[in-house]
Each structure stands twice: as C-alpha cells, then as structure tokens.
C-alpha cells in the first residue's frame, strides 16, 4: 500500500510482560494468555483464549494511521476475501471472525489481525507475526499465504484509488476553467454516477451502508473505480473540445457521457 506509515521511531519489541534477559531465560508458556502482546509501549489486547487479537489496539500501536482504522480495512475487497477465505479454510470454526465489542474496538481471528498488522506496517507485522506464532499453534504457512494474497490485492487496490484521485483532480481543474462553481462539482459527480449507475453519491453510500460523509471512492472496488475514471475522461475531453461553460451544461455532458461508458459495460 505505498508507505504503509512505517514507524520511524525506534520500534519497542513485542513481550510479554517480561525484560528481555528474564525473556531469554524464562520463555513463557502458552497458557499465560493474560500477557498480552505490546508494541511502541501500546498493549494489544486478545481474548480469554487467545483466538482474537484487538483490531483498535494494532491501528493505535502503528501510530494511528488516518484513514486505515478497523472498519475501514475490513470494508476493503481484499480484505472480504481473506475473510471469505478463512471461513472456508478453519474447520470447526464456531466463533465470528470479527468482533465489535464497544468501547474496546473491533477484535478479529488472529489470522486476520496479521493481515491487518501488515497493512498498518511492516515492523508491526513482524513483530506480532513473531511472538504471535512463537506462543500461538496455528498453520504459519496457511497464514502467510493467504496474507500475501490479501496484502497483493489491497496493494492493487490503492493504486487504483491513486490514480483515480489524480485523475479526479485533473477533472476538477477542467470544470473550474469551465466556469463550474459551488455546488456545480456536486451536481456533475452526481450525473456521472447517475449516467452510470442510475444512482446518486449518497444512494449509492447507501447502498454500500457507507456514512453520509464517507469517501465514496475509498470504498469502491477496482471495477467501479476504472469505470468512473473513464467515465470522467470522456466527459473532461468533450467539456473542452466543445468548450461547455456552466453548472448545468458541464453537468450534462458529464451525464451523457457517463451514458457511453453504461453502454459500453452493459454490452
């Protein structure tokens, strides 16, 4: 995912509550699940049985990166597939992946967490991965290899959403030279979602369960994602050949070419 806020700060090993010379001489045993895991001086917490690791806690521990937090990553179509992935895979599995638990944020099966760790930070993920399967049973090579797999399509993903935001900056820029003001932006992403979709940037939020003022483009796929950016491209290249000035004609040409683009994926 680019720089995943890699921690520049001199990273505090995991423990268990131990110095790192009593560690060496007395590994604990798998049984203490009250030591918890901690990381940059934050404890990140797991369940009596040790099967759930805290979300909120590993987003705190890499430094709370904006716009990465639980709910955001698990929305993400890697993500629904590695936990689509592991519903499959664990067998006998008889609690939820995920859980929410109030105050104490998000909790999620320990094979998740990793994934989320190497999402948050490099550091993070070795760090937890280490001392997690060190204390831990499980199938490491299970783990790693849907984690990469995750981490592959996430990383796909933000290219994706960068691109897209370059592309949607550029866009901007045109309507501006176009005499769009006010709510004129709205009104022509509006159109061009209508013109594909038939649907509106807050039916659309709601149909995706989104909040009202969510980052729409942060939550759609890679598909949805090239068809707005093509759907832009057309409408910004016909806004200058044919010069259209103003709110509503930019907003119409946004609409009717986002029409083209509805055809063309609808054939």
Known sequence: MGDKNIMTK???????????????????????????????GVTIREDKDGGMISLTDLWKAAGKPKNQQPAQWLRLPGTERLTEALKKQ??????????????LGTFAHWQLALAYAKYLSP????????????????????AEEILDKAAEENMELSVKQALSTLNRNEFIGILKCHEVCGFGFAQC????????WDRTAAQIRKNK??????????NMDTDELVTVMFAEMLAKNDIKKRDVRGNTPCADACFQNALKVRKVIGD
């Open 90 to 103: 664990i067998v006998g599995l008889s609690l939820n992946l995920i859980k929410s638990r109030g105050r």
């Open 189 to 196: 992403t509006n159109c061009t979602y209508k013109g594909i």
């Open 10 to 40: 001199k990273q505090i090993p995991l423990s268990f509550g131990k110095s790192q010379a009593e560690s060496k001489n007395s590994e604990p045993k798998p049984e203490n699940r009250d030591k918890g895991l901690a990381f940059g």
């Open 209 to 218: 369960k989104l909040p009202a003022k969510a980052n729409l483009r942060k």
């Open 123 to 142: 550091e993070l993920h070795l760090h937890v991965n280490e001392i997690y399967m060190r204390y831990r049973s499980g199938d490491v090579t299970l």
